[in-house]
Structure formats: structure tokens, C-alpha cells
């Protein structure tokens, strides 16, 4: 669905796309640029999945392909920093051993199945030679992500979820390709203040499957989400979306609110985000760019 207007987060109001209150938020020709490149983006439509959506939030994936949401700007500000910065990183690099994702499109984009799901993903670095998959995490903060030299992704640790999503991708260009990507190389690169760069271990898909990616609200009692639980969810929403397009003849605009609400009601409820937070805050309030939304529309803290 659409964006259709702002949460301001200095009058804390629901406010309309062209409210002049927001001017004071981000320059209008930024605001509108951020809804144009949310807008454009065709993996965030339809029941399109990539792999780094089927890692994060369920329901947030929901919400943003069910719902009209009235976004933090601000907190949108740090994905749309980073593709800006992932242009400039890929265009850095385009001329090398390495395929980008911002000027070799097909070279690193590549669909196949992961659990029952069609999927897709977009590679930041695919080296021309298959033997490494490099990503970018662009972070606007003095910090590394708490990414310490040495550090190592693997399937239990707290950085699984970096493990699973360059595993995933590998899997991928393997259907996609035919080219034996077991033995590749898997990194992260966390831009920030400082760069630094952490291996991933090459998981399977079962181990993708187990592997405990998030946290809900539960977090202080070691309640965390398996990769797997969260897919299901969304196979189940997928599900349920795909049988309210067949019963409006394929017109997912007419299906109405309700069910649709009811839809995302079906997920992990508003507070049990799947983001991780290694400092007692809440992620949701503190993250997440359509938490008004998400609370506003059923099961909340
Ligand atoms: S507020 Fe939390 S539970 Fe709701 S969509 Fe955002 S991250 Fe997910």
C-alpha cells in the first residue's frame, strides 16, 4: 500500500503528506524523495519477498504491504542513508573483480526457493569469480554495530542473523546459477565512523531454518525467534493475502480494511519485534519507522 502521511516526531501527530509542520522535520524535496524511492521499489510489493525482508519483523513486512502507514521520517532517514551510500560504495568498486548490485543488476539479483518461499535477493558485491559475496551495513552512528575485530557470524551467536542472510544469497545464486558457491566467502562490511569486516559461517538451510535471528519483548527471558518461525508467518500471511486476491478477482486494492487488519493481526503483536536489542530498550519504539501504525492497528504493550 501507500504511504499517505507523516508521523511528525517533534508534535508527535499524524499529519498529512503535504503538512508544512514537517518542513521542520526534513526539507520537503527529502520527504518526498524518501516516499518516491519506497514507492518505486517492487520488491516491497505484492507478496515479493527478498531475503533480507524474511529476516527482519513480519509484521512490519505486513503492515507496509497491506496498510496505508504514516511513517517517522527520521526513522526512515538511516535505510535511506544507506542506499545513497551504497551507490557511491558500488560505483567505488564497479570497475574491479567485483559485480555490484547498483551497476550489475543481473549479475546480483537472483530468485530461487528457500522453505516453501519464492525469494529473491539483491547482492551488494558478488566477486565475478563466485568465490565471495561481500554486504555492506551502513551504520550513521560513532559505532560498529557492536562488532568487535574478530568477531565471526555464525548460527548461535547474536550476529546469526548475518550468517543466515549471506547464506541465503549463496543458496540463491546457486539455484539461480548452477555455480557451486559452498566453499565462498562470506562478509560483512559494517560502514560506519570506522569499517570493519566479519566473516559469516556458510550455513545450510536447515541450519538457516534454526537459526534464533530476533527477540521479542520477551528478550529478558531468552525468548528469540527461529528464521524458520519467522518464514512461517509470513507464508501464512502471504497465504491469507493470496485468498483475499481470489476472492476480489485478483484486485488486492479492494479487499477490504478489516480483513486486511485481520491479516496482520495474525502476526507477532506490536512490542514483539524481531529486531535485536542487546540494551533493554524497546525496538519498536525506538526503530521502528511505522510503529504508530502498527499499534494503532491492533494488540499493542
Ligand atoms: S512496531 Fe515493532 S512489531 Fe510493529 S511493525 Fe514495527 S518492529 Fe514490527
Known amino acids: 500500500m501507500s504511504i499517505v502521511g507523516w508521523y511528525n516526531p517533534l508534535t508527535k501527530r499524524l499529519v498529512p503528506l503535504d503538512d508544512p509542520g514537517m518542513e521542520l522535520v526534513m526539507p520537503k524535496e527529502v520527504l518526498k524523495y524518501v516516499v518516491e524511492k519506497e514507492q518505486a521499489d517492487t520488491r516491497h510489493s505484492g507478496t515479493n519477498i527478498t531475503v533480507t525482508a524474511s529476516n527482519g519483523c513480519a509484521r512490519a513486512l505486513a503492515?507496509?504491504?497491506?496498510?496505508?502507514?504514516?511513517?517517522?521520517?527520521?526513522?526512515?532517514?538511516?535505510?535511506?542513508?544507506?542506499?545513497l551510500l551504497h551507490k557511491v560504495l558500488g560505483d567505488m568498486v564497479r570497475n574491479g573483480e567485483w559485480w555490484s548490485e547498483e551497476y550489475h543488476p543481473d549479475k546480483c539479483t537472483h530468485i530461487g526457493r528457500i522453505g516453501g518461499v519464492e525469494m529473491g535477493c539483491k547482492i551488494d558485491l558478488l566477486r565475478k569469480d563466485y568465490g565471495a559475496i561481500h554486504d555492506f551495513k551502513t551504520s550513521f552512528k560513532d559505532k560498529t554495530k557492536w562488532i568487535k575485530p574478530g568477531d565471526r557470524a555464525t548460527a548461535n551467536n547474536w550476529q546469526s542473523s548475518y550468517a543466515v542472510q549471506l547464506s541465503l544469497c549463496a543458496e540463491l545464486v546457486q539455484q539461480a546459477t548452477g555455480n557451486d558457491m559452498s566453499e565462498t566467502e562470506l562478509a560483512i562490511w559494517i560502514v560506519s565512523a570506522r569499517w570493519q569486516k566479519m566473516f559469516c559461517d556458510r550455513l545450510t538451510i536447515n541450519e538457516c531454518l534454526n537459526a534464533e535471528v530476533g527477540v521479542s519483548k520477551n528478550y529478558q527471558s531468552g525468548k528469540r525467534w527461529k528464521y524458520g518461525e519467522i518464514l512461517e508467518h509470513i507464508k501464512t500471511m502471504f497465504?491469507?493475502?493470496?485468498?483475499?486476491?481470489?476472492?476480489?478477482?485478483?484486485k488486492l486494492e479492494e479487499v477490504p480494511l478489516r480483513r486486511r487488519i485481520e491479516i496482520v493481526s495474525n502476526l507477532p503483536l506490536f512490542g514483539e519485534s524481531m529486531f535485536q536489542n542487546r540494551n533493554g530498550g524497546n525496538m519498536c519504539t525506538d526503530y521502528c519507522?511505522?510503529?504508530?501504525?502498527?499499534?494503532?492497528c491492533?494488540?499493542?504493550l
Open 63 to 83: 503492515i507496509n504491504r497491506m496498510l496505508d502507514t504514516h511513517p517517522d521520517p527520521q526513522k526512515m532517514w538511516p535505510m535511506t542513508g544507506g542506499t
Open 289 to 296: 519507522a511505522i510503529a504508530k501504525d502498527c499499534k494503532a
Open 239 to 250: 497465504g491469507m493475502w493470496n485468498e483475499a486476491a481470489v476472492e476480489y478477482d485478483g
Open 298 to 300: 491492533g494488540g499493542g
